[in-house]
């Protein structure tokens, strides 16, 4: 192996992501994995290795986003994400992808696509190494029913967003296997509406079961995912009866959806994606966007319940994911890891418990074989170096600037910085 296929950080304060206490220690890396981690200063031999000398900074996985859109352009419009032209897109896309990789996004799992193919084919370019970019899960647009969240068509002129508009198990059915064609990792269904879409509100549950069923049963047949936009307790329960996986938003769950999230916690993952609800009620009129009066008043009431539902889902053991549906013109791409310091604010984990759940919980959800997420022997080699301790403080996270050292695969994104780290290659000891 020649010595550009070893790192070793010495010198480092460890979260292993799994959950444990924070440790000083060092870790090998070797090709794209995990080799040795040591409680112990000098015990890993460093032959052969570059030599990364963390001074104290943290050593951590890299963080998964659980709810991503990669192709969403920050716009205050859902029309106006339908009027950028392909090519257009695809750059942007392709900027957005790497940003998230700066911010110490090592994975992202997309929740839709904005036009049909970008997810597919900026995961496919960054899986050939043409174009930096974290571990990416593609996802369809949002397969969704006429007047459904994603359907923005007048009624005498077509406008497009990230939606494509199907009724019906048949149309369900067949949009689904068109996109498991195209290459999707993962289906996006609406079977809930959202406070500002006018005829399909976040209590509505717009679709029904048979369109739901005809979904999971394209994906199972071909070992994609389902993930489903649920806020009303209703969408929620029709979701997993189908055996939907990952669950968005949840925040209008009764007690009986919380049930049954609870008997499928082996299975199923929950996002809130309380980033994008916090900022809209409390950041959006900063950004020219003011909301009516009733919409924020349902807004509160929503997040409310989503804090209450959240807190209930964590105590019965249920993985809750940060990802925060960021994308929008006041919940921009790149601010992503506030999603963490939403959850130690809001929903009452510790700074530790956010971290796991976008390491360990956010690896879980890759698909990677489980070997993703963790400071481990044998895992992937997706690291972080940080300035500072995140968990005594989560919100450092979101300093891309601390980021001294971002490591995907085994392979330096960003070097170490040179203040705190010198790295040099050693000869053998
Ligand atoms: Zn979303």
């Known amino acids: ?13 460890v979260i292993d992501g799994g959950g ?29 290795a570059e030599v ?29 994400l339908g ?21 110490g996004f090592t994975s992202i799992s997309s929740a839709a696509a904005a036009k049909p193919r970008l997810d597919i084919v900026i995961r496919n370019a960054i899986r050939a190494g043409d174009i930096p970019g974290p571990r990416m899960l593609a996802a369809s647009p949002e397969i969704t029913p006429t007047s459904g969240l994603g359907d923005v068509r007048l009624h005498h002129m077509h406008r497009d967003t990230f939606a494509v508009v199907a009724d019906g198990a048949d149309e369900f059915r067949r949009v689904a296997r068109h996109f ?7 289906l996006k269904i609406n079977p809930s509406g959202d406070e500002f879409v006018p005829h399909a509100r976040a209590r509505h549950t717009v679709m029904n079961d048979d369109e739901v069923a005809a979904v999971c049963e394209v994906a199972r047949s071909r070992d994609k995912r389902v993930a489903a936009h649920a806020r009303s307790a ?15 938003h949840a925040t209008l769950c009764d007690e009986e959806a919380l049930d049954q999230l609870e008997a499928a916690k082996d299975r199923v993952f929950v996002a809130p994606t309380v980033g994008v609800t916090w900022s809209t009620l409390k950041e959006a009129g900063d950004y020219g966007i003011p909301l009516p009066a009733d919409v924020l008043h349902a807004l509160e009431v929503e997040l409310e319940a989503a804090v209450a539902g959240m807190k209930a889902l964590k105590k019965r053991g249920v993985r ?43 690896g879980e959800l890759m698909m990677q074989g489980g070997e993703l997420g963790q400071i481990r022997i044998g895992y992937l080699a997706d690291l972080l170096l ?21 490591m995907l695969d085994g392979r330096f994104h960003k070097r170490p910085h040179p203040r705190a780290a010198a790295a040099r290659p050693m000869a053998a000891e």
């Open 1 to 13: 192996m020649s010595a550009s296929d070893r790192v070793l950080f010495r010198n480092v304060r």
């Open 20 to 48: 444990k206490a924070p440790f000083s220690g060092e870790v090998l890396v070797a090709g794209n994995r995990i080799e040795a981690v040591s409680r112990r200063a000098g015990t890993i031999a460093a032959a052969n």
């Open 52 to 80: 990364v000398d963390g001074d104290g900074a943290t050593l951590m996985p890299g963080l998964v986003e659980a709810h991503a859109h990669p192709s969403f352009a920050n716009t205050s419009t859902l029309e106006a």
């Open 83 to 103: 009027d950028i032209p392909p090519e257009e897109h695809t750059l942007l896309t392709m900027k957005h992808v790497r940003l998230l990789l700066d911010h």
């Open 180 to 186: 498991v064609r195209e290459g999707v990792d993962t």
């Open 234 to 248: 209703e969408s929620v329960k029709m979701a997993l009866r189908h055996g939907v996986e990952i669950i968005f």
């Open 320 to 362: 809750i994911l940060p990802g925060g549906d960021y994308g929008f013109a006041w919940n921009p791409i790149g601010r992503n890891a506030r999603d963490l310091e939403h959850f130690v604010r809001l929903f009452g984990f510790t700074p530790l418990e956010a971290i796991t759940a976008a390491t360990r919980h956010g």
């Open 386 to 406: 940080v300035d500072g301790d995140p968990s005594r403080d989560v919100s450092i996270l979101q300093d891309r600037d601390r980021l001294l050292a971002i």
